[in-house]
């Protein structure tokens, strides 16, 4: 980073009044705890405090071109090039070790009311039988700690020492009383010792920050001297969608506002000399709760920190949905090697997290153990902190403005499905699976259709309802990609032609007429003198594809380097993730084996569409899955965006059977987020990026939000879905769901 004098015009919003940042020096190296604070969201100044590198030094540098935040440029993982576990230290949370040298743990939450003790005691006796190694319970008053004594005990009795976690917020004193019997305590720096956020822009003064800072010194050290006398562990939790009006004011709802709120308990933790406790940076969004901890992560290698990582995107919601987000999120830190500790956070029965928390965790043990990986490449060009599209080449279609989509990729993210020739030979069920929509005058453009097909064998010439069902979708600017062998002697007109490395280096491909166009074939680890073809032919397209069972080389890295090497030498073809998936594979392994490997690259603007395969799949649900994948990575949004608690013992509703019923009324929105929360708890702050909220308010009443705003409080339960209905009418985001043809 060149140093240089930066002055005050550069940064719009910067008040004459700051005389101190009016003209700032960059720098190399800054001391991270002495970053200058600004009262402006992500326009973060530094000021030197040691002229070279050294302990608690970090080399910065801009979050991306021409911005004014500042990241760390120090790594964020143990390696760029293949899966190692970052190395922690071990935490123990009751019996069970937590740390680098451990499993990957999972743990999930209990629904019950605490004060229930019996419920509870059952809840956690199922969970603990479904193989959790850790489960948390809502304390939120004198009451359930109270209760707390009892299920702990009761649970001793029936032989059950799994590890109990008390989740506090907002209830310093309760935290106090139940850290006598659990063996670890979640706090939320949000709102632990802060005021409940009323999500203001609050002008603070350092003398005002510093005064607060203090107030939650003198609040917390209390509990952190309590674990110390007990032997208790602890949680610093952030949540983006909690963090205080401090933070808030001066951060904005940010990574990097996270990962300062989890550091100001942290500092306390470690100056009272308590250091059994774990981090987490959860987000309901999977692209910010990756960023955070990738920041998070960053920042404790420079102050060389070593402790471990909790796992999880909060209010994943249900289904499939809930899977996929949670793969994306967690899937992705796992391939880096991030994360000790991990939770399926699904608006289902909390034991149901258990599989496939599972299947996660083994995933990401596997990459580890084998450390899967490709050989050693500098990346220069992937964005670790901040999301930035790679391509952008792909043309806008404008209101009124007629393009020719044959061949070209959805603008925001494309969605390929492979056909057989018995799919093709159905030509209505087939048009209905890829959901285009072919009468005259349809527009395309705002369906959630597939954008291409793949066909590893074309009809014969004379098949007529096979090869006519080709016409009609390549009519209608669906492509066709079929193998090279396959247009030399059964040619179809206006097809995309698949070719690999060897077919390019003997010439084979030059049999085809002129302007055929060409997908290639890559595997991503290939010598880069092979890659060097690339810069020598017009590709409509790459197919990053490596065989699912590679044992040693990743999907994810073999990736990141293509991609690096795309980007050194300006080559800007699109490119599908093509993941062939083998017979017999479970569901959950498929969408978290997506999200996972996939995911991870999504999140990084790396890539521009998937291809799912899988032989005995239906292709409606490849298809789903493939815009769940799309859309959990923000890359194209063709449904309703829910974000729904797992419920706990705050929930004042049953939150599977009212999720399923907005979800039935309001499933044809794309475009629009509503949130479904069961308190306030999980309420405002939770859900920071929907544009409408259900929350529950008090027992049988719900208030409705507009963003963080309560636009109608205290609606009767029968009547809050036609309420919220209403609300998203009045706001112009309505649009009648269609209507069977």
């Known amino acids: 980073m060149a140093s240089g004098t930066v002055p005050a015009a550069s940064f719009p919003g910067l008040k004459g009044g700051d005389s101190s940042l009016r003209s700032v020096r960059s720098v190399d190296f800054v001391r991270v705890c002495d970053l200058k604070k600004t009262k402006y969201p992500r326009r973060k100044f530094s000021v030197i405090r040691n002229s070279s590198p050294g302990p608690d030094i970090a080399q910065l540098q801009s979050a991306s071109e021409g911005s004014p935040l500042l990241v760390p440029r120090q790594k964020y993982c143990e390696s760029m090039h293949k899966t190692i576990r970052r190395k922690t230290r071990t935490v123990m949370v009751g019996n069970v070790a937590l740390g680098s040298e451990h499993p990957i743990r999972i743990q999930t939450m209990t629904t019950s009311d605490t004060k229930d003790v019996a419920a509870t005691v059952e809840q956690v006796m199922r969970i603990a039988d479904r193989g959790a190694d850790i489960v948390r319970i809502t304390v939120q008053g004198k009451k359930e700690a109270d209760a707390c004594f009892e299920i702990k005990n009761s649970l001793v009795q029936k032989n059950y020492n799994i590890p109990l976690v008390a989740d506090i917020h907002f209830a310093p004193s309760v935290a106090l009383r139940v850290a006598e019997c659990f063996d670890k305590i979640r706090v939320n720096p949000g709102n632990f010792a802060d005021r409940r956020a009323q999500f203001e822009t609050i002008e603070y003064t350092e003398e005002e920050y510093q005064k607060e800072l203090a107030h939650i010194e003198e609040v917390f050290t209390p509990l952190v001297e309590k674990c110390k006398k007990y032997g208790r562990a602890m949680r610093i939790g952030t ?67 070593d402790y471990p990582l909790h796992l999880g995107v909060t209010e994943a919601g249900e289904g499939e949905d809930g899977r996929m987000k949670s793969a994306i999120g967690i899937g992705t830190l796992l391939q880096d090697g991030l994360g000790d500790t991990i939770r399926v956070s699904l608006t289902e029965p909390p034991e149901e997290e258990i599989d496939p928390c599972r299947r996660l965790a083994n995933l990401g043990m596997r990459a580890a153990d084998l450390q899967q990986g490709v050989v050693p490449f500098a990346e220069k060009h992937r964005r670790h902190f901040d999301f930035q599209r790679r391509s952008g080449q792909l043309p806008i279609q404008k209101e009124g403005e007629k393009v020719d989509y044959r061949g070209v990729l959805h603008r925001d993210g494309s969605v390929l499905m492979s056909v057989s020739l018995d799919q093709l030979k159905a030509p209505e069920l087939l048009y209905k699976s890829l959901a285009a929509k072919l009468a005259v005058g349809m527009p395309f453009k705002d369906l959630a259709t597939v954008d291409s097909i793949f066909l590893r064998e074309l009809p014969q010439i004379d098949d007529n309802d096979a090869r006519l069902a080709l016409k009609r979708l390549i009519d209608i600017s669906m492509g066709v990609i079929v193998p090279l062998t396959e247009q030399l002697t059964k040619p179809l007109p206006n097809a995309m032609v698949l070719v690999n490395f060897n077919e390019l280096s003997t010439g084979v491909h030059n049999l085809l007429p002129e302007g055929t166009r060409l997908v290639v074939l890559v595997r991503g680890d290939e010598p880069y003198e ?45 490119v599908i993730h093509h993941i062939q998936f083998p017979e017999g594979i479970h569901r959950d392994d498929l969408v978290i084996g997506a999200g996972t490997n996939a995911g991870a690259l999504l999140v990084d603007g790396l890539g521009d569409g998937v291809l799912l395969e899988a032989p005995d799949q239906d292709m409606d649900f490849l298809r789903n899955t493939s815009f769940n994948l799309l859309q959990g990575c923000r890359m194209r949004n063709t449904k309703t965006e829910y974000v729904s608690c797992p419920s706990c013992g705050r929930t004042l509703f049953d939150l599977q059977e009212i999720s399923a019923q907005i979800r039935e009324k309001t499933s044809h929105l794309p475009g629009v987020s509503i949130a479904i929360m069961g308190c306030i708890v999980n309420g405002p702050g939770e859900m920071a990026d929907a544009d409408f909220g259900y929350v529950g308010g008090v027992p049988g009443k719900i208030d409705l939000y507009v963003g963080k705003t309560v636009v109608k409080r205290g609606i009767a339960m029968e009547h809050a879905t036609d309420a919220l209905i209403q609300l998203i009418k009045d706001h112009g985001r309505w649009v009648d769901p269609p209507t069977e043809e």
């Open 530 to 574: 092979e890659l060097e073809i690339l810069k020598n032919i017009d590709a409509t397209m790459i197919l990053h594809n490596l065989p699912y069972g590679e044992e040693q080389i990743s999907r994810v890295h073999a990736a990141r380097r293509l991609f690096d090497y795309l980007g050194g030498n300006a080559l800007n073809f699109p």
């Open 239 to 305: 949540n983006h969608g909690s963090l205080s009006d401090r933070i808030m004011s001066y951060y904005g709802d940010s990574p990097r506002g996270m990962v300062e709120s989890a550091f100001e308990f942290a500092r306390i933790c470690r100056k009272l000399d308590f250091h059994n406790f774990v981090f987490s940076m959860k987000a309901s969004n999977p692209v910010v709760m990756v960023q955070a901890y990738r920041l998070l992560v960053a920042e404790m290698y420079v102050h060389g920190w």
